[in-house]
């Protein structure tokens, strides 16, 4: 089975400040990698589909990079509403990262 | 447009079993697969398994494998989740998604609005 290990697993932050969340996986999976956003009680929101792939109404303050075992997840400029949990997804097997939480500082 | 609609809380005892559902609408529900994910509180995302809406194939989670059923009625389009042998620790938020593909990459597009089953003597 492919493990997927994200870090950090929390970190705190300043708004207007340049963010990344790494997701190693165990072995390779190409680029087939998803990130979603949660936020306090409601259902997680895709943010990049295929690695670096921005989902439809994503601000382009988000993207993502990577490929093979080594995937990151950068906010440019944080806004107050990125304040939330990050998890990173195997497209193939479904499976998520233990997530990071994105805390103000 | 696309909405997940699953049934409502439920409070349950160890040893049981529990069954959500998940109402589909706004699209052809045979087109596309769909996931269970449950987020116990305070802790991240589990993939529970998949079934296909098409023809009723699943694929479990191993965790989940011999605990979980997952059906669908095409008639009615909905989805079912049932989890047996339930333990303190399954209470938890149950999810329904339904995946979107695009060039080979399989995400998850669509969520209900979760059902959080309580399990508890």
């Known amino acids: 089975d492919i493990q997927m290990t994200q870090s950090p697993s929390s970190l705190s932050a300043s708004v207007g400040d340049r963010v990344s969340i790494t997701c190693r996986t165990s072995?390779?999976?190409?680029?087939?990698l998803n990130w979603y956003q949660q936020k306090p009680g409601k259902a997680p929101k895709l943010l990049i589909y295929a690695a670096s792939n921005l989902q439809t109404g994503v601000p382009s303050r988000f993207s993502g990079t990577g490929s093979g075992t080594d995937f990151t997840l950068t906010i440019s400029s944080l806004q107050p509403e990125d304040f939330a949990t990050y998890y990173c997804q195997h497209s193939y097997s479904k499976m998520f990262g233990q997530g990071t939480n994105v805390e103000i500082k | 447009q696309v909405l997940l609609v699953q049934s409502g809380p439920e409070v349950t005892k160890p040893g049981a079993s529990v069954k959500v559902s998940c109402k589909a609408s706004g699209y052809t529900f045979t087109y596309y697969g769909l996931s269970w994910v449950r987020q116990a509180p305070g802790q991240g995302l589990e993939w529970m398994g998949w079934?296909?809406?098409?023809?009723?194939?699943?694929n479990y989670a191993p965790s989940f494998q011999g605990r979980v059923t997952m059906t669908r009625d095409t008639s009615t389009t909905t989805a079912y989740m049932e989890l047996r042998s339930l333990r303190s620790d399954d209470t938890a938020v149950y999810y329904c998604v339904r995946e979107a593909e695009t060039a080979g990459t399989v995400y998850f597009l669509y969520w209900g609005q979760g059902t959080l089953v309580t399990v508890s003597s």
């Open positions: 079934i296909s809406a098409y023809n009723g194939n699943t």
């Open positions: 072995q390779s999976i190409s680029s087939y």
